[in-house]
């Protein structure tokens, strides 16, 4: 939303926006002169005349200012239907989609495009959540929930996983995989994982091509972990789609975890499928450092660093496990679930994969959006992993000074407001870089 409230100023439109409490986002809005109003109140939408009122997923039917506009005749509209408005602006829209990743691979093309000299206007994923370019590319993240990435048709769709998620508005799996092949069909080319097996459906109009580690039309061979965690490979493309076949050694990420190899062969293949130029591709990955809430050193308490993740589904916990256990000793991985819908329907695949952890803590779940569910709440998980609670930021930061000493890292993982980090600004005993 805020990228999209940015990208409007840009282009001259009067644009002012409300949340419930302020954050780096509200104040970086602020300062471009687009007035943040804290709080949901019907009196927002009374201070300058309104055409549109722009909502996401996240708003609920008996939002004040939602049932202000309505009573006044003004225009709802969701996030996803001004996004593929704004998309239509542009000659060629890339839309990366997937249960996972979508961020980090969408921020790797937008880097590549840029390193290549296109001038890619790119919509989240990269570091303050849009780069404003020509009205020649258009490279935004396609989000799945609601269905909402189907308001978009691509030129080209990049499609990291599919993965059971959403269940509050997908009957099961099987439905979001025909959801995900509704959103292939309306891309000329469809860019997707050769090992993901629940992509293995997917086609796109025209082409389909894959990437994946150690097969695919673009894979990657000799991988090789780095000492800080990054990673080194060979680059090896299909000659029969690509016209020749070549293999480019040394690759670079310098950002851990092997996801984000897989990530950056998504980005690769994206910009194979458009010639840009290989060195430039090299050059962009490794010099690329990541985005916010994506394993990102945030700060730390003495030696001990915080570290932000946004990782929210079992699948994507495991990734920042497994991750973890290869960069640190001792780690502490605070979690806050976030919906109590999602922590219901994947219970089983929770309690899997946060048992794993050594030393965890379970933070009050974000709602987001729904009423309390009991037995689908933070309290509810962490009494069946006999682990800690704790229910308040005072409380959380009190507890991480006590024990960041005992630590090599501290990782704070959720989509929530804690992982934001802005809990830890006003306290006296953490350092920022």
């Known amino acids: 939303m805020s990228a999209l409230a940015k990208l409007l100023r840009q282009q001259g439109r009067l644009v002012a926006g409300s949340d419930v409490v302020a954050s780096a986002i509200t104040r970086e809005l602020s300062a471009l002169g687009i007035p ?31 049932l202000y506009a309505q009573k006044k005749g003004i225009k709802v509209i969701y996030r996803e239907t001004l996004l593929a408005q704004i998309a239509r602006k542009y000659q060629r829209v890339i839309a990366v989609a997937g249960c996972h990743g979508k961020s980090s691979t969408t921020a790797m093309i937008g880097a590549i495009f840029q390193q290549a000299g ?24 396609a989000c799945e929930f609601r269905k909402s990435f189907l308001k978009l048709k691509p030129s080209i769709a990049v499609v990291t996983n599919v993965d059971a998620d959403h269940l509050d508005c997908y009957r099961d799996l099987d439905d979001i995989k025909k959801c995900f092949l509704q959103f292939a069909q309306q891309s000329n080319i469809l860019i ?12 796109g109009k025209q082409q389909t091509i894959t990437f994946g580690i150690d097969y695919g039309d ?8 780095l000492p800080q965690g990054g990673y080194q490979f060979d680059l090896v493309v299909n000659p029969k789609i690509f016209g020749t076949y070549y293999a480019i050694p040394n690759f670079l990420i310098q950002i851990p975890g092997i996801h984000n190899v897989v990530n950056a062969l998504g980005a690769i293949t994206c910009a194979l499928v458009q010639h840009l ?30 570290i932000l993740d946004y990782a929210h589904h079992p699948r994507e916990l495991l990734t920042t ?50 009423k309390t569910i009991i037995g689908g709440r933070a309290l509810d998980l962490s009494r069946a992993l006999k682990v800690k609670y704790i229910a308040t930021t005072e409380k959380l930061a009190e507890y991480l000074h006590e024990q960041a000493g005992n630590y090599d890292a501290i990782i704070l993982c959720g989509a929530g407001d804690v992982v934001s980090g802005e809990f830890l600004r006003n306290t006296s005993f953490v350092t920022f870089d």
């Open 36 to 66: 943040v109003y804290l709080g949901h109140s019907a009196e927002n939408l009374q201070h300058e005349p309104v055409d549109y009122l722009v909502i996401n997923g996240a708003i609920s039917d008996d939002n004040p200012e939602l």
């Open 118 to 141: 296109q001038q890619p206007t790119v919509h989240n994923g990269v570091q303050n959540n849009l780069v404003i370019g020509s009205k020649q590319w258009f490279i935004t993240e």
């Open 192 to 203: 997707k994982s050769a090992t993901d097996p629940n992509s293995f459906h997917l086609r």
């Open 218 to 225: 673009v894979h990657a061979k000799n991988l090789k972990q």
């Open 277 to 306: 130029d290989l060195f430039a591709i090299r050059k962009a990955l490794a010099e690329y450092k990541g985005i916010a809430r994506r394993f990102q050193l945030f700060a730390k308490v003495g030696a001990t660093p915080i």
């Open 321 to 370: 496990i497994q991750t973890a256990e290869n960069l640190y000793a001792r780690y502490l991985i605070v979690f806050q679930p976030h919906t109590y819908t999602r922590t219901l329907s994947l219970w089983d695949d929770f309690l899997q994969v946060l048992g794993r952890v050594p030393n965890l803590v379970l933070f009050k779940t974000y709602a987001a959006r729904g």
